[in-house]
């Protein structure tokens, strides 16, 4: 048998066996499928880590927590959710990781992003480990007051979970500065304690300054990186981002503070097209109606008419040299990217965990587009969200400018690990890159722990 195809059984022996033990868990096998491929050739080839089952015990959550959410809405009626919180790995840190409020959240979804973030965290240089949690509540529609109930009653289950010292979550799709606010204080109630157990905390309340801006702000400066690595530079260049919450917003703002042209941005209901360009004045109209009215991003073309506005789709054929996914997974397919590649689009940048689904990410990598995964291109958020429990610990706060600088630094830290481990003859693997950096300082840590 050929190498190749040797390697291959290893990889489909394993993932045989960690499919057969997560049943009916796409997401999660998914993301496991993509960092077993690049991580096991590289640990059979390391004498240290072959042998100790490394990655095997990394896919089994260290901990588990699923609860019944009760809580009454305006109309007094009853309603029930489901709460999680999957504490994935803290070999390096205290879990940590969002919580997503959105009404696809299952176990898969949650599993995949915890198991993303053990590699992402692992990146930041930061010492946090791998969680994430959420719930199948739907903040869409609710008034404040049902958000506030629900967050309460979320939070009387899961602080018996958390701790600034064992896990620390964050915020993510449907979870921002509203729902860390109501999820906060119930904590604090119910332990009397002021402590830094969340981040994306108020700037009044021990919150860090750019935690807000720090991933879509972090996909950028990523971007930059990697067009630099080729001698390409951002500014003048047309990009395209899905999203419109808190990622493509700041992502937008970035953009733009660069001198790039950012041609559309999404919401699950449709796109809008502006061809002139986003400035920062349509840019704080979008930030209005996206966090203070919650309206749809529909709503935008009624004040800025020579917008467009589609329906039911997805901004991706819209002729553009960056695409940045910025609203959630598997949103870029194989066919998403072959119109990029038609339109001459030459480097994707994932906001998002996880956006573009493997056949997608191949096909970049086939046509030499430059492409960062979430791991390494979005991980300024928790980045920021480690430097707020520094502070949080510290007792102090950071300018602005200092934060700034230390998440350029993370980021240029975690281009400068995806060159070290991804560099293949003339290109980078930023997959391949990622992955194994962000595996070796996980795997470490465990060998020197023991069998846990
Ligand atoms: P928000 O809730 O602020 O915004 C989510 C955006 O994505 C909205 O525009 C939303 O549209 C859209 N969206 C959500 N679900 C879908 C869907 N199923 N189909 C199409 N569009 C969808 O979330 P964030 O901006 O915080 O998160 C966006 C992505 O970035 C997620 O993948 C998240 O995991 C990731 N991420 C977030 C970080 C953070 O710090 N917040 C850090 C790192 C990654 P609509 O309003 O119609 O639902
Ligand atoms: O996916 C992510 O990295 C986040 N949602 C942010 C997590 C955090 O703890 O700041």
């Known amino acids: 048998m050929s190498n190749f195809n040797s390697m291959k059984k290893i990889i489909n022996q394993f993932l045989s066996k960690v499919s057969a033990r997560n049943q009916n868990e796409p ?8 960092v077993a491929e690049n991580v096991i050739p590289y640990i059979v080839k390391k004498d240290i880590y072959y042998g100790q089952n490394i990655l095997l015990r990394m896919v089994e959550p260290e901990r588990v927590t699923s609860f019944r959410v009760a809580w009454i809405d305006d109309k007094e009626e009853i309603q029930v959710n489901r709460g999680y919180r999957v504490q994935m790995n803290s070999a390096i840190g205290p879990y940590k990781g969002g919580l997503r409020f959105h009404p696809s959240v299952n176990l898969s979804i949650l599993k995949f992003l915890a198991f993303e973030q053990i590699f992402k965290n692992s990146l930041t240089t930061l010492p946090m480990g791998g969680g994430k949690g959420g719930s199948d509540f739907n903040p869409k529609g609710k008034s404040d007051t049902e958000v506030m109930r629900f967050c309460q009653s979320f939070m009387s289950e899961l602080f018996r979970h958390i701790g600034p010292n064992n896990d620390v979550p964050a915020g993510d799709i449907g979870v921002g500065a509203r729902e860390i606010g109501y999820l906060f204080g119930q904590y604090k109630r119910l332990r009397n304690e002021f402590t830094g157990v969340l981040t994306g905390k108020g700037i009044s309340w021990g919150g860090s300054l750019i935690r807000p801006e720090a991933t879509g702000y972090g996909v950028v400066y990523f971007t930059v990186q990697m067009l630099n690595h080729i001698g390409e530079s951002i500014k003048g260049k047309s990009v395209v981002i899905s999203g419109s919450g808190n990622v493509a917003q700041f992502a ?48 935008f073309i009624k004040k800025y008419p020579k917008t467009t506005y589609s329906p039911n789709s997805k901004p991706w054929n ?17 066919e998403d990217a072959k119109l990029l590649k038609k339109n001459n689009c030459i480097c994707v940048g994932e906001g998002a965990n996880m956006p573009t689904t493997p056949e997608a990410v191949e096909y970049f990598k086939l046509n030499s587009i ?39 630094n993370i980021m ?34 465990m060998l020197a722990q023991g069998v846990v």
């Open 27 to 34: 997401e999660f096998m998914q993301a496991v499928t993509e």
């Open 252 to 299: 937008a703002e970035k953009c733009i503070q660069l001198g790039a042209k950012v041609l559309s941005l999404s919401d699950s209901s449709g796109y809008i097209y502006d061809s002139d360009g986003l400035n920062e004045e349509k840019l704080d109209y979008i930030k209005l109606l996206k966090n203070i009215n919650r309206a749809r991003i529909s709503e």
């Open 318 to 334: 819209i002729p553009c040299s960056i695409a940045l996914p910025c609203a959630t997974q598997n949103e870029l397919l194989l």
């Open 370 to 408: 430059l492409f960062a995964p979430g791991k390494a291109s979005n991980a300024g958020g928790v980045a920021v969200s480690g430097l707020e429990m520094a502070q949080n610990s510290l007792r102090y706060n950071w300018s602005r400018e200092e934060v700034d600088s230390r998440l350029k």
């Open 412 to 445: 240029s830290e975690i281009h400068h690990s995806c060159l070290k481990y991804g560099t293949e003859k003339t290109e980078v693997d930023y997959v391949k890159g990622a992955n194994i950096a962000g595996f070796v300082k996980v795997a470490d840590a």
